[in-house]
């Protein structure tokens, strides 16, 4: 049996009547202590618990790590966007601005540094409206960073800064989702850690294609990026490239027998006991349950071969059952919020409305409302 636990425990006695549990913890570093925390009061209790950092957290702190140059740059943006987006004057003096230029967008985006997205949509927003915050910047020219959007190295690193973030904003979203496991995560980053690779070569050459911003940039003012840039960007996407290999390890090929049952090669498998690889064997050969793989879902697959290949099954879903991100329970506190506001009346027993928003089953309304007696005349 596997345990999802998002919050404290606060009484770890209670567990005690559960000794062969699989505890799957997902939360922040600070929360996984070796000698003090929750992960280590539980480890007192059951040994055998797992513990999983959540891949977007660990994707979002990799994406905070930029080298100095491009940390200013970045905060340099972000006080420009909250010079007129946060003064209501300013706002409206520059949608006015944006309409008369028939811009597609008439607002800046204001940067949240709690939400994963912000980023590349506050800085993208920003690099389209270049324009519009030049000449807005012409009858403001106090501001301090005013000059800003007319320096070239600047107005580079802004695009390559909305052209990075905007990929890792990508990554962002096809982690997020109720049906992501540990080996899809696994498959996300190391495509990305080769991608970062291939990319910092293509720009030490002088393509850009990988950073359409920048690209369209570079050809519309017809100058060159200089050496100096070119080096912090190249610098920023090798720095990315190890953290996301420290954060994320290379995937254990001990478990590939669980995503490609039927193209293992039995003699590099590791953790199985003899009956157990007797009867992957087994199951490698049934060409019907072949046919089974390659239709349904790979946690699907496991839970139709449990019945016949039980020790197999078990150790597979303990793999792949458990969350790799806290998607899930982010999505219950959005939707927590949107019930409980301010128009509604009872604020308490939310219980039955929360499962029926995160629920994917679809009620019948229709068989509900019928049987349902009707408001009898008087």
């Given at each position: 049996?596997?345990?999802i ?20 913890y ?29 891949c ?47 811009s ?30 030049r000449?807005?910047?012409?009858e ?28 890792l ?116 050969t049934?060409t ?91």
């Open positions: 049996m596997i345990v636990i998002y919050q404290w425990v606060s009484r770890p006695t209670d567990l005690k009547k559960n000794q062969n549990l699989n505890v799957w997902q939360e922040a570093r600070a929360m996984s202590g070796k000698f003090t925390g929750l992960i280590a009061r539980i480890r007192n209790i059951i040994p055998s618990v797992t513990w999983h950092h959540c977007i957290h660990r994707e979002a702190i990799v994406s905070k790590k930029i080298p100095i140059h491009l940390k200013t740059v970045l905060d340099e943006a972000v006080k420009i966007v909250n010079f007129i987006k946060a003064k209501s004057l300013n706002s409206r003096i520059f949608k006015q601005l944006c309409k008369d230029m028939d597609e967008h008439y607002q800046l985006l204001l940067h949240s540094e709690i939400r994963w997205l912000s980023r590349g949509k506050v800085l993208s927003r920003l690099f389209e409206l270049k324009d519009e915050v000449l807005f910047f012409i403001h020219k106090s501001f301090s960073l005013s000059e800003r959007v007319n320096d070239y190295s600047w107005l580079a690193t802004l695009a390559y800064l909305s052209d990075i973030f905007t990929h904003n990508a990554l962002n979203l096809s982690l997020q989702g109720t049906h992501i496991t540990i080996f899809k995560v696994e498959d996300k980053i190391e495509a990305m850690i080769k991608k970062l690779e291939l990319w910092s070569l293509r720009l030490s050459k002088k393509n850009y294609d990988p950073f359409p911003n920048l690209k369209n940039f570079i050809e519309s003012t017809e100058e060159e990026l200089s050496d100096e840039d070119s080096k912090y960007f190249i610098q920023h996407m090798c720095d990315m490239q190890r953290s996301f290999r420290d954060y994320f390890p290379v995937p254990d090929i001990s478990r590939n027998w669980i995503r490609q049952p039927f193209e293992i090669d039995i003699h590099q498998i590791n953790g199985l006991t003899s009956l157990e690889e007797d009867s992957l064997v087994e199951m490698s049934d019907s349950l072949k046919m089974q793989f390659n239709q349904k879902s790979l946690e699907h697959f496991w839970l139709h071969v449990r019945k016949d290949y039980p020790q197999l099954s078990s150790k597979a879903l303990k793999v792949l059952i458990p969350f790799p991100t806290t998607y899930l329970c982010e999505k219950a506190f959005s939707a927590l919020i949107y019930i409980k506001n301010k128009f509604r009346n009872r604020l308490e027993n939310v219980e039955s409305e929360l499962r029926l928003k995160l629920s994917s089953i679809e009620p019948d309304v229709q068989k509900l409302v019928t049987e349902m007696q009707h408001q009898p005349s008087h």
